[in-house]
């Protein structure tokens, strides 16, 4: 570490002492947990409970000093007088990776879906796991969070909205529309036993959930 480093704070802490590109960006967002962090901010700014709902695993402490040192990297920004956090645009810059990382996850065994899922999470891997289909709109209602997904020309467009307006919306926790999306149970199914719930046109959804698929591809 350099004494420049050592000396200002605002100089993000290195960690591998490399010249490597890799060595750079893991320095900056290789910490535990700070990718995990973006990947909350992506579709939208949130408060600190928000942000630690979508992460359960992570003690308050640890968050706090992750999105210090995202800050101080330039990846996420702080509204201190709306209590929010963002990402800057080298953060959304992060969101490939993110998708890249979970294209590499469908190649290895070992996944369980039966751990937990955010709302963020699951939108990012339908952005992966998308096979074809026809132009469609959908909507996700996870309570406190909520997005508008529209397909068109083969490329998925999520966008975080308060009430989607789309010829379908389901409803449910992260784990639960993760089945939904690619479970093999149809999703009358799930909607019957109360696992989701669903308003608009229930065989609509079920086509469009159908081009969604956790098998990696060729």
């Not at 990012?124 to 289909?133: E, H, K, P």
């Not at 389901?170 to 036993?193: F, I």
């Amino acid at each position: 570490m350099t004494k420049q480093a050592k000396n200002h704070p605002s100089v993000p802490r290195v960690r591998y002492d490399e010249g490597c590109l890799g060595a750079h960006a893991l320095n900056l967002v290789g910490d535990r947990w700070a990718l995990l962090v973006v990947r909350e901010l992506v579709f939208a700014t949130k408060r600190f409970g928000a942000i630690r709902a979508g992460l359960p695993g992570v003690t308050a402490s640890v968050l706090t000093g992750r999105l210090s040192q995202l800050e101080q990297a330039g990846v996420v920004t702080h509204d201190a007088q709306a209590g929010t956090y963002g990402l800057t645009d080298a953060g959304h810059g992060l969101l490939p990776v993110l998708q890249a990382l979970c294209r590499w996850a469908l190649t290895v065994p070992g996944h369980d879906p039966r751990r937990f899922i955010s709302p963020s999470a699951l939108m990012i891997s339908m952005g992966v796991t998308l096979r074809a289909g026809p132009d469609a709109s959908a909507g996700f209602d996870f309570g406190p969070e909520a997005f508008q997904m529209y397909l068109q020309s083969g490329a998925l467009r999520t966008t975080a909205v308060q009430d989607p307006q789309a010829p379908f919306v389901l409803r449910g926790t992260g784990n639960a529309m993760a089945a939904a999306v690619y479970g093999p149970q149809p999703l009358a199914a799930l909607v019957a036993s109360g696992v989701v719930q669903a308003t608009g046109d229930l065989d609509r959804a079920q086509r469009f959930i159908d081009q969604f698929s956790l098998q990696p591809r060729d």
